[in-house]
């Protein structure tokens, strides 16, 4: 059987198939949106991402400098904080930190009556290196975050809005909208970490 083997050829032959098939769909979209986009839909093989991703006009410029000045990325779910590229991660100094499994973030969330994602939004929230939020699974992540902003904690450099669901996601990314934060994100109820993780890998080739 004959097939390609070399794993930079496939990722290649990949991104040409997504350029060639979704002409159209992507014809609107700047060259750095367009490292974005073609890497959400190289992760999740679905054009209509195209459709349904939206990038604030300041969002990737925010997010170039906050990871080039080594500050850290703060993640919903494990998931996003092992697909993040190490080399590009260990290259700027840059962690990706979540804390739904601390001990004291499961203290709050109990005594609280609140999501441990909500928890750890708090958390994130105190600690000032942290500039960049991606959130891949939980809607309350992103109303917490809404909230604590609301209430004077410093605004991030930018919101990675990308949860997956049928309770809240929708809702939770058009909010975003409404909070003065560049964001990128994907409307309607798709997304999930791999999107997030997609979307993080693809702002540091742009490093």
């Not at 083997?5 to 992507?26: A, Q, R, T, V, Y």
């Not at 195209?50 to 300041?58: G, N, V, Y």
């Not at 840059?94 to 009556?113: M, R």
Request: proline share 4%.
């Amino acid at each position: 059987m004959n097939y390609i083997k070399n794993p930079m050829m496939i990722e290649e032959k990949s991104f040409d198939i997504i350029g060639e098939e979704g002409k159209e769909l992507l014809k609107d979209f700047t060259k750095e949106e367009l490292m974005i986009v073609k890497r959400i839909i190289h992760t999740t093989a679905d054009f209509e991402y195209a459709k349904l991703t939206e990038i604030h006009p300041k969002a990737i410029e925010a997010a170039k400098k906050a990871l080039r000045n080594g500050h850290h990325i703060y993640a919903d779910t494990s998931m996003i904080m092992m697909g993040v590229n190490r080399r590009k991660l260990k290259e700027f100094d840059v962690s990706v930190l979540n804390y739904v499994h601390d001990e004291d973030v499961y203290e709050t969330a109990e005594k609280e009556g609140i999501t441990r994602s909500m928890a750890g939004i708090k958390k994130a929230c105190k600690d000032d290196k942290v500039k960049i939020f991606a959130i891949g699974n939980a809607p309350t992540a992103i109303f917490q975050l809404k909230e604590l902003i609301e209430a004077g904690y410093p605004k991030p450099d930018l919101i990675i809005g990308v949860p997956v669901g049928f309770v809240g996601a929708d809702e939770s990314k058009e909010i975003l909208s409404d909070m003065d934060v560049p964001y990128i994100r994907v409307n309607g109820r798709k997304g999930g970490s791999p999107v997030a993780v997609a979307i993080i890998n693809a702002i540091f080739k742009m490093i």
